[in-house]
T-cell receptor
Framework: GENVEQHPSTLSVQEGDSAVIKCTYS??????FPWYKQELGKRPQLIID?????GEKKDQRIAVTLNKTAKHFSLHITETQPEDSAVYFC???????????FGTGTKLQVIP | DADVTQTPRNRITKTGKRIMLECSQT?????MYWYRQDPGLGLRLIYY???????NKGEISDGYSVSRQAQAKFSLSLESAIPNQTALYFC??????????????FGPGTRLTVL
């Protein structure tokens, strides 16, 4: 089955700096890569996603890049703000079984 | 607003007890999922169902069972709870992928403690 690895597990940045979270996946048939944000005590919510036929997608201060050859994808947050502090999960959907496998999460702390 | 709800929100039980966690949704989605969340381990899939007659094991199904009573309801049971099943449990729903997109909508979570 699919295996998704996520790094780093924790990340601290100064407010205004950029943050990058990286994930790798194992199943070359995976075709959809969502990112979820989970604030403390809340449920995970989708913040951005990318399909395998796209190399990069941006939405305001967040962007995701995908390298299918290397089987890795990354989340980039620019001009970080304290409200960006949360746990972020990457995920990959296997084309065959259509189920999503999550990474282990990155706890991002933005220091004011 | 259409939503995903879970009951109970918190539960403390003893080793060996049977417990059921319930999930309901008003989103009209066909697909439903049960995950558990443990610190450092992320979200791990327990069971998933793509329609009322479809039940599939996830990566950590041992010790759990599920029932899809209707399109809107998906229950998770622990037949004989053990302490290492102490975790935060999430139900999620999604529609069939449209244009390759497959957003999952999570419930608020159930915090289960097994003593």
């Amino acid at each position: 089955g699919e295996n998704v690895e996520q790094h780093p597990s924790t990340l601290s940045v100064q407010e205004g700096d950029s943050a990058v979270i990286k994930c790798t996946y194992s199943d070359s048939a995976s075709n959809y890569f969502p990112w979820y944000k989970q604030e403390l005590g809340k449920r995970p919510q989708l913040i951005i996603d990318i399909r395998s036929n796209v190399g990069e997608k941006k939405d305001q201060r967040i962007a995701v890049t995908l390298n299918k050859t290397a089987k890795h994808f990354s989340l980039h947050i620019t001009e970080t703000q304290p409200e960006d502090s949360a746990v972020y999960f990457c995920a990959a959907r296997s084309g065959g079984y259509q189920k999503v496998t999550f990474g282990t999460g990155t706890k991002l702390q933005v220091i004011p | 607003d259409a939503d995903v709800t879970q009951t109970p929100r918190n539960r403390i039980t003893k080793t060996g007890k049977r417990i059921m966690l319930e999930c309901s949704q008003t989103k009209g989605h066909d697909r439903m999922y049960w995950y558990r969340q443990d610190p450092g381990l992320g979200l791990r899939l327990i069971y998933y169902s793509f329609d009322v007659k479809d039940i599939n094991k996830g990566e950590i199904s041992d010790g759990y069972s599920v029932s899809r009573q209707a399109q809107a309801k998906f229950s998770l049971s622990l037949e004989s709870a053990i302490p290492n099943q102490t975790a935060l449990y999430f139900c999620a729903t999604s529609d069939s992928p449209a244009g390759g997109i497959n957003e999952q909508f999570f419930g608020p979570g159930t915090r289960l403690t097994v003593l």
